[in-house]
């Protein structure tokens, strides 16, 4: 909707002018040589942007067909995963990050391949405007990436780890599976709850990226960017 506005000419708002500042921010942290995970999103759009002005010596691989095309239309080199082999840092935004870096991704659909990406490097780099630091995981829903084949019988699985109504986007990911939301109160422990999402059959992948794969937070707000590192890992 806001992307919409944006392309009709309505200004932008201090939301937007974090989105770039954080994305921004995150580009400086990539040098010649190195081998760039991109996410996808309206904040990590920046990052990808910045990149395209730059232009350094990088290969990159991408998360979603979105972050392909911009990044090949600016002139970076997108190779597969399997081509890349391994990454020196992958950058991406998220849905909700809590204060131990646990996240909820997916709001756009892409957090299959955003997780495998992920998982690629040790350097996994955040970017949030400030809206995203929650005290805890849930009041987004929980994205779910869905094989087409019994959603009912998922969903319901997913309603006996206490999710409210599991809901169905008008949409599918990239892969060409549904994409569900799960509506769980306040999480109290992600891990736990990622590792029960992960043990339902039909579940592709779902969007809790626990803390343990995060580097660092770039958080954008009013008050200018800021980094939270996790030095819990
Ligand atoms: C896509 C994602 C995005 O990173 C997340 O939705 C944040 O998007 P934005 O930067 O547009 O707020 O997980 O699947």
């Not at 970017?127 to 319901?156: I, M, Q, R």
């Amino acid at each position: 909707m806001r992307d919409a506005a944006r392309r009709m000419g309505a200004p932008r708002t201090p939301q937007d002018e974090a989105k770039e500042a954080t994305g921004r921010r995150a580009a400086d942290m990539v040098v010649d040589g190195m081998r760039v995970g991109l996410g996808t999103g309206s904040t990590v759009h920046w990052t990808i942007v910045a990149l395209g002005e730059r232009r350094p010596d990088i290969v990159c691989t991408a998360t979603s067909v979105q972050t392909h095309e911009l990044a090949t239309s600016l002139g970076l080199r997108v190779v597969t995963p399997d081509e890349i082999g391994g990454l020196d840092i992958a950058i991406d935004g998220a849905d909700e990050v809590d204060p131990r870096f646990n996240l909820t991704k997916g709001g756009g659909a892409a957090h299959t391949r955003e997780k495998i990406v992920a998982a690629m490097t040790d350097r996994f780099v955040v970017v949030v405007d400030e809206s995203k630091l929650v005290p805890a995981l849930g009041p987004f829903g929980t994205p779910l990436e869905v094989l087409d084949f019994a959603p009912g019988t998922v969903a319901a699985a997913v309603e006996r780890l206490g999710s409210g109504p599991v809901t169905t986007r008008d949409r599918r990911t990239d892969n060409g599976n549904l994409v569900m939301d799960a509506h769980f109160p306040a999480l109290e422990d992600p891990p736990a709850m990622a590792a029960a999402l992960a043990a339902i059959p039909g579940i592709v992948e779902h969007g809790i990226f626990p803390g343990s794969m995060v580097e660092r937070v770039i958080v954008a707000g009013t008050d200018g960017v800021r980094e939270l590192v996790n030095d819990r890992r």
